[in-house]
């Protein structure tokens, strides 16, 4: 069977195996907090791996099952979400473990950076107005973050935050010039009835030769949301370790992060490139 026969199966597959990733997760996710707020270390060391591990599971199982994801693109996100759910394990102990801490940062950072090279090079148009617009946004966010920690940072601690942060942030502007270039080829696609033709001479403008669905922009929507989400609970993170540690964090936290980092696996775009083509950035 050819990959355009395969593709509804598969989808059907990965509808299955995500429902059961999320059942997974949404059963361990509730022990996990009442470890974290009673506190029992024993809970967290059980089913903290066990929640994580539903999103690596429904990420998988989308990578492996879609014909059409490039595979540098679905690596990426698979090598990110194996290194979030190391840096979930690190972040069991709490307290003064800074070692551990400082361990989980690491493999946060490292797979925000192999989120941002899958952004990137996901083989589909980016929007130079979204890219921009988000810069200028989440720059002066980070700025304001780093502004409100410094101060609180013991000093082996200032430099890896700095970099979390520039990097995090470059990993939500990214997302966004996914979803934007998406917005905007469906834009033009509406606008022009006929099918779009790739042609490298006569245009600056990415134009596939399979036309953008909308439910494949609700995906790129729901990963740029999963981008912002995760930033969001790390800021919890921040404030709960520098700042004031708090059960609130870890109540709004921890559902803006088991949220946010599943959007990325289940709503995985997917997208057919051209053969013998490269995609530009969209206006």
């Not at 030769?209 to 609700?218: D, E, G, K, N, Y």
Request: net charge positive; hydrophobic share 45%.
């Amino acid at each position: 069977r050819n990959q355009e026969d395969r593709t509804p199966d598969s989808s059907i597959a990965v509808i299955a195996t995500v429902t059961k990733a999320s059942v997974v997760t949404l059963a361990a996710l509730p022990f996990f907090m009442a470890g974290s707020f009673i506190p029992s270390f024993p809970l967290r060391v059980i089913f903290k791996p066990v929640a994580s591990a539903g999103f690596l599971w429904a990420g998988w199982a989308t990578r492996k099952s879609d014909p059409r994801i490039l595979p540098f693109f679905g690596n990426c996100l698979l090598v990110g979400l194996v290194l979030g759910w190391i840096g979930d394990v690190c972040l069991i102990p709490s307290g003064g473990d800074t070692a551990m801490f400082q361990a989980g940062v690491a493999a946060f950072l490292a797979g925000h950076v192999a989120y941002v090279l899958g952004f990137f090079n996901y083989g589909g148009p980016l929007s130079v107005s979204w890219l921009s617009i988000s810069a200028l946004v989440v720059s002066s966010i980070a700025v304001s973050v780093l502004y409100w920690l410094y101060d609180y940072l013991p000093a082996d601690m200032k430099i890896p935050v700095i970099a979390y942060i520039v990097v995090i942030s470059l990993m939500v502007v990214a997302a966004s010039g996914m979803y934007g270039g998406a917005t905007q080829l469906q834009q033009q696609q509406q606008r022009t009835p006929q099918r779009l033709q790739l042609d490298d001479t006569a245009s600056t403008t990415p134009q596939p030769t399979s036309a953008i669905t909308p439910r494949q922009r609700r995906q790129f929507l729901m990963l740029f949301l999963g981008a912002i989400m995760f930033y969001l609970s790390d800021l919890t993170v921040a404030r709960d370790r520098f700042v004031q540690p708090s059960k609130l964090n870890g109540l709004i936290g921890l559902p803006l992060y088991y949220v946010g980092q599943p959007l990325a696996p289940a709503k995985l775009p997917t997208w057919l490139r051209p053969p013998n083509s490269s995609y530009r950035s969209t206006s």
